[in-house]
């Protein structure tokens, strides 16, 4: 991989890293005031990390819900994760631990990073670099939010409950450049602003992930995918540069 090419994967990475997780901030001072330890609010960060997830369980915790309904409510919403894997897993070609490790770091920006790159090699290093950006960052800020609790106010006046979802959207907006990716969100944004007031957390983020499913699945291979790189095996690991350049 060229270095303009490895530098570009690696500002927009750890960029999308520290934006994710500033966020995680208002999920430690959350936890705190639902309810939970420090170190149990910190765990989740750690074990669970899937922010959505973890919002779902201590919003449902904190307005006062049973333990089997935030369980339930939070795991619907993790069942996207599984649905990423299915795109990350042609990209990555883990085996062993790194499978391990690879189903752990696999999330809404890791996979947005990943599937946004034009070949193989750059679409793996921006996973891990993204993956393990935000790991650290979303669990520092963790522990700071749940440290400080409610000195710091309303998350939103500082803007922070909008800086995951505008990384986000900043990663998907170079995607649409095909009808059918456009026609596919205009889709997704709309189910999703029908079924917000009406269906409980995570259904209608799991409704505009299926349909999606469903639109690509009858496109007959005319949409967009992550480019492999022609010169390269599709069973070919990353190089020791490559594992050396995630690890710095």
């Known amino acids: 991989?060229?270095?303009?090419?490895?530098?570009?994967?690696?500002?927009?990475?750890?960029?999308?890293?520290i934006a994710t997780g500033a966020y995680g901030i208002s999920f430690g001072a959350l936890g705190v005031a639902s309810g939970l330890s420090i170190l149990q609010t910190v765990a989740l960060s750690a074990l669970l990390f899937s922010g959505g997830?973890?919002?779902?369980?201590?919003?449902?915790?904190?307005?006062?819900g049973t333990g089997s309904a935030a369980l339930a409510t939070s795991t619907l919403l993790g069942v996207r994760n599984g649905l990423y894997g299915l795109q990350t897993s042609r990209i990555l070609h883990a085996r062993g631990l790194r499978r391990w490790a690879a189903a752990q770091l696999t999330i809404d920006e890791s996979t947005a990073v990943a599937v946004g790159q034009d070949d193989r090699r750059a679409g793996s290093l921006g996973f891990w670099v993204t993956g393990a950006a935000v790991y650290v960052f979303w669990n520092l800020m963790t522990l700071v939010g749940a440290l400080v609790g409610n000195a710091l106010g309303d998350p939103q006046r500082w803007g922070l409950d909008a800086a995951a979802a505008a990384a986000f959207t900043a990663l998907l907006w170079p995607r649409l450049r095909s009808r059918?990716?456009?026609?596919?969100?205009?889709f997704a944004v709309a189910i999703a602003l029908i079924t917000s007031p009406l269906l409980p957390v995570g259904v209608p983020v799991?409704?505009?992930?299926?349909?999606?499913?469903?639109?690509?699945?009858?496109?007959?291979?005319?949409?967009?995918?992550?480019?492999?790189?022609?010169?390269?095996?599709?069973?070919?690991?990353?190089g020791p540069d490559d594992a050396g350049e995630v690890a710095r």
Do not use: C, N, Y
Request: proline share 1%.
């Open 53 to 64: 997830s973890q919002f779902a369980l201590v919003g449902i915790i904190g307005a006062g």
């Open 180 to 186: 059918d990716a456009a026609a596919t969100m205009v």
């Open 1 to 17: 991989m060229a270095d303009d090419k490895r530098k570009a994967v690696l500002r927009q990475s750890l960029s999308v890293g």
């Open 206 to 238: 799991i409704l505009t992930v299926l349909a999606a499913v469903v639109i690509g699945l009858s496109g007959g291979g005319r949409h967009e995918a992550a480019t492999e790189d022609p010169e390269l095996d599709h069973h070919e690991e990353l």
